[in-house]
């Protein structure tokens, strides 16, 4: 399984800003996915990473909001732009495991609060 | 409407004893994974069912996959603190493809000493 390391593990945010959130995984992969866990709510799909082009973003998520950068197999970021409290959330990142199963293996998260 | 449903969402239980968490759906899935995720942690897969009607064991942890495979259950036998936590399962949709999993809200286990 894959090692997945991410940072900031939390942080407090004023209303307007942006933060970058940096994934780093332990091995080369193709596809690297950010999720967003909302309180009461199950994970959802942000986008999918692609290293050498641009990521491709599920319903309800733009790349002027959450702009994603994939700049080798191993590293990722996704900013989430102009907070607001909606955007408090546990964001997180993950990877495929094995060729032709579903399952995946996730970073530990980051917790933002946007005030 | 979630089309994973999860039950309970909440339960709180002593030590030593059993429960089942139930995952259900309407729709057919191609596999469906259950995760255990622990505060301040990313989901830790446990285990993947893929065959109608399969029961996979981990432990004190019973998985089946429902003949329909619409639903799955997760049996815990004599709880312990340590499997305290909340439990999500997810979903593969044909024809397949990590952006057509589905997850669950979760069920939060709080096992008492």
């Known amino acids: 399984s894959a090692v997945i390391s991410q940072k900031p593990s939390r942080d407090i945010c004023q209303r307007g800003t942006s933060l970058t959130i940096q994934c780093q995984v332990d091995?080369?992969?193709?596809?690297m996915f950010w999720y967003r866990q909302q309180p009461g709510q199950s994970l959802t799909l942000i986008a999918t990473a692609n290293q050498g082009s641009e990521a491709t973003y599920e319903s309800g998520f733009v790349i002027d909001k959450f702009p994603i950068s994939r700049p080798n197999l191993t590293f990722s970021t996704l900013t989430v732009s102009n907070m607001s409290p909606e955007d408090s959330s546990i964001y997180l990142c993950?990877?495929?495991?094995?060729?032709?199963?579903?399952?995946?293996?996730f970073g530990p998260g980051t917790r933002l609060t946007v005030l | 409407t979630q089309l994973l449903e999860q039950s309970p969402q909440f339960l709180s239980i002593q030590e030593g004893e059993n429960l089942t968490v139930y995952c259900n759906s309407s729709s057919v899935f191609s596999s469906l994974q259950w995760y255990r995720q622990e505060p301040g942690e990313g989901p830790v897969l446990l285990v993947t069912?893929?065959?109608?009607?399969e029961v996979k064991k981990l432990k004190r942890l019973t998985f089946q996959f429902g003949d329909a495979r619409k639903d799955s259950s997760l049996h815990i036998t004599a709880a312990q603190p340590g499997d305290t936590g909340l439990y999500l399962c997810?979903?593969?949709?044909?024809?397949?493809?990590?952006?057509?999993?589905?997850f669950g809200i979760g069920t939060k286990l709080q096992v008492i000493p």
């Open positions: 993950s990877v495929g495991g094995p060729l032709g199963t579903d399952t995946q293996y």
């Open positions: 091995s080369q992969v193709t596809m």
């Open positions: 069912v893929v065959t109608g009607g």
């Open positions: 997810a979903g593969g949709r044909w024809p397949g493809g990590y952006q057509k999993v589905t």
